[in-house]
C-alpha cells in the first residue's frame, strides 16, 4: 500500500492537483468515490505569506477529506519556507507537496513551477530548505523535463530524495508539450528504478486498464488522476476496484451522471456561494454532460443559468426526460 512518510493511504489511487478545479467541493466528491490521497489546486507562496484572504480560503481543508496534498508554487526560496511553515502550523493538510511542473508562461516567468525542471541543483536547495523548515511530510509534483533537450526527470527525483523530499509524483510530459502528445512512461519508470522514497506516475491515465498497465510496466507505488476524473469520478472508483478485483464496475448511469452534478453544485454552493458556483458550474456540467444524449443542449442551457435555482431545475428536467435504463446481466 502506498505511504508518503508517516501517512498511510487506503489504495493507490490519487486525485490530481488540478488548478481551478481541486477545491473542496470536487475533492469531497473524489473521497466519496474512493481515491486514496486528493491534492488541492496549487497555491501561491507569496498569496500565503500576504494573507491575501482568497487565497488563504484555499488553504481550507474539510476533515472528510484526510489524506490531504496541499501543494503550493513560488520561485523564491525565502517566500516558500514562509509559505510552507504558514500551510504546516495553520492547516490540517496531512503533506506540502511543491509543485515544479505548472507549466503555464504566468508561472514559469516567476521562476517557479516547470521552471525548475532546468537546474537540479536549486531543486535540492529549495526542498531541503522546505524540509528543514516543517514536520508535515514534503513531497514534490514535477514533469520529465522543460523539452526535449532538457530531460532531467531521474536526476531531479534524486535531488528531491536527497534534500528529503518524501515522495515524486512525474508527469510524463516536458513543459513544452504542455497537456499534448503521448505521455512517457518509460521515464516514469527511470525515475522509479533510480531512487528509494515512493514514485506516483501520472500523464494518460484515461481507463481503470490504463491505470493497472501503468503500475505493471513503471512499477510506480501510485497512479495520479487528472484530466480522466473530470465530470467523471467514477474513474477513481472504477479504478480502485478495478486494481483491487480485477472486475471492471460497469460505468454510470445518465442519472447517476445528473445525480452527481447536483451533488458537486450544492457542495460548490456552500463553499463560494450560489452566484460564483453557478458560473464555476459551468465547465463541470460540461464535463459531466459529456457524452449523454441531449447532453450539449443541456450544457448550453446551464451556460445561460443565472442563479443556483435555475440551474438545479435544468438538471431536475433534463432527468425527467432520461429513460430508465436495463439492469446489468449477471
Known amino acids: ?5 508517516p501517512i498511510e493511504m487506503k489504495n493507490q489511487v490519487i486525485l490530481a492537483p488540478m488548478a481551478g478545479v481541486c477545491n473542496t467541493a470536487f475533492r469531497l466528491i473524489a473521497k466519496r468515490f474512493g481515491a486514496g490521497l486528493v491534492c488541492a489546486e496549487m497555491v501561491a507562496d507569496r498569496g500565503i505569506i500576504h494573507h491575501n ?3 488563504l480560503d484555499m488553504l481550507y481543508v474539510d476533515e472528510r ?6 501543494q503550493i508554487f513560488g520561485g523564491s526560496r525565502e517566500t516558500l519556507v514562509q509559505a510552507a511553515k504558514y500551510v504546516d502550523k495553520n492547516t490540517n493538510a496531512d503533506i506540502i507537496d511543491i509543485n515544479m511542473g505548472c507549466p503555464v508562461p504566468k508561472v514559469t516567468k516567476c521562476d517557479a513551477g516547470s521552471r525548475w525542471l532546468l537546474d537540479p541543483d536549486k531543486i535540492y536547495e529549495m526542498v531541503a530548505a522546505v524540509v528543514d523548515a516543517v514536520d508535515k511530510p514534503v513531497t514534490v509534483k514535477m514533469r520529465k523535463g522543460w523539452d526535449d533537450d532538457h530531460i532531467y526527470a531521474v536526476r531531479n527525483a534524486q535531488a528531491v530524495e536527497r534534500a ?13 508539450q504542455m497537456y499534448e502528445g503521448v505521455a512517457d512512461w518509460d521515464i ?8 528509494g522514497i515512493p514514485v506516483i506516475g501520472n500523464g494518460d491515465v484515461r481507463t481503470p486498464v490504463d491505470a493497472k498497465r501503468m503500475l505493471d510496466e513503471t512499477g510506480v507505488d501510485g497512479v495520479m488522476i487528472g484530466r480522466g476524473a473530470l465530470g467523471n469520478p467514477w474513474m477513481l472508483y472504477r479504478t480502485v476496484k478495478y486494481l483491487e478485483s480485477g472486475v471492471l464496475p460497469p460505468e454510470p448511469t445518465a442519472k447517476e451522471k445528473v445525480d452527481v452534478c447536483r451533488i458537486h453544485f450544492d457542495q460548490l454552493s456552500k463553499l463560494k456561494g450560489e452566484h460564483i ?5 459551468r465547465k463541470h456540467a460540461a464535463w459531466y454532460m459529456k457524452g449523454l444524449s441531449c447532453g450539449n443542449e ?10 443556483g435555482e435555475e440551474l438545479r431545475q435544468v438538471l431536475i428536467d433534463f432527468r425527467e426526460t432520461l429513460q430508465p435504463e436495463a439492469a446489468p446481466t449477471v
Do not use: W, Y
Request: with cysteine; glycine share 8%.
Open 277 to 281: 458556483a453557478s458560473m464555476e458550474m
Open 188 to 195: 516514469i519508470r527511470q525515475v522509479k528504478e533510480s531512487v
Open 53 to 55: 484572504q482568497r487565497t
Open 298 to 307: 443541456v450544457r448550453k442551457r446551464i451556460n445561460q443559468c443565472e442563479t
Open 1 to 5: 500500500m502506498l505511504k508518503i512518510g
Open 164 to 176: 528529503g523530499g518524501q515522495a515524486v509524483a512525474v508527469h510524463g510530459r516536458t513543459r513544452v
Open 65 to 70: 477529506e484526510r489524506p490531504l496534498s496541499l
